[in-house]
């Protein structure tokens, strides 16, 4: 390591120790701030980055979620068992998510998330959810029949109907997997099929060990290909829904799923779009 990037690290743990630090006394408040109280339903998608400031270890900050929707709420969390690809790469390994032992790819708090006590953890093939507290049984299950994994039979519905708040920690919008469940809600708008065409086959093996065969539909590379997500965000920002803070060197954005769901749709029916045509 050079004497200026030795500099540059000191830099960063210094302030990371003094002027950024924070703790669950502040970062509880904040949480309030952006409209998570006790009985509220917090999706987090999250990054833990080295020099954020927060003091303590990812199980804290798991607990501060934790107590900022108590028990009467519900924590939820992504836990793909994969990253840095497709989930049709990931089907096509033909490996089964092991809903017990897979580990959750979605980050170090995701991941301390799902082995904490009581959380469930749903059963679809490409992109199981994470969930505590107040009914997580309800909500995670039947995952594994939605062949649709963001459709209006899957836990990402129930977001909508629980009015959820999405907050990212340190995770840009675009690892928002809520936007895939308004992407299905729009199919019809889209100047490209949202899916490939017929299903993959997937598997799952559930808490008893039984091997469940769950055929899933999968994002289009077509899609993916297309999508011009920075469009939606302008959008949602303008509109005053998406919001951004800061707290030591962490940054959030979080965002009501009522609100990117209303919000997206104007987009659309304004006549302007976040997908390129083909």
């Known amino acids: 390591m050079s004497r200026l990037a030795a500099l540059k690290q000191w830099v960063k743990e210094t302030a990371a120790r003094s002027v950024w630090a924070y703790g669950a006394d502040k970062l509880l408040p904040q949480l309030r701030a952006c409209g998570v109280q006790p009985g509220s339903t917090l999706v987090v998608h999250s990054s833990w980055l080295p020099y954020n400031g927060f003091q303590g270890k990812p199980a804290d900050l798991v607990r501060v979620f934790k107590e900022a929707v108590g028990e009467t709420g519900l924590l939820v969390m992504p836990s793909m068992p994969y990253h840095n690809m497709s989930s049709a790469q ?37 992109h199981p959810l994470l969930a505590w507290g107040r009914d997580a049984d309800a909500f995670v299950e039947g995952h594994e029949r939605a062949e649709r994994p963001f459709g209006a039979a ?11 708040l999405i907050l990212g920690f340190d995770a840009p919008f675009s690892t928002f997997t809520y936007t895939h469940f308004v992407e299905d809600q729009l199919e019809a708008t889209l100047p490209c099929a949202l899916y490939e065409p017929g299903t993959m086959s997937g598997q799952v093996i559930d808490r008893s060990g039984a091997v469940l065969d769950c055929p899933v539909r999968v994002l289009s590379a077509e899609a993916n290909r297309l999508r011009r997500e920075s469009r939606l965000v302008a959008h949602l920002e303008q509109a005053g829904v998406l919001h951004g803070a800061r707290i030591g060197n962490t940054r ?8 990117h769901s209303r919000e997206s749709a104007r987009f659309v029916a304004a006549g302007t779009h976040f997908f390129d045509a083909p």
């Open 154 to 164: 899957s836990p990402f519905m129930r977001m909508l109907e629980r009015d959820a």
């Open 90 to 126: 990931w089907l096509a390994k033909g490996k089964p998510m092991n809903v017990a032992r897979s580990p959750s790819m979605m980050g170090l708090v995701s991941e301390v998330f799902r082995r904490s006590e009581n959380v469930r953890r749903s059963l679809s093939p490409t």
């Open 252 to 259: 959030l954005s979080w965002i009501r799923a009522s609100d």
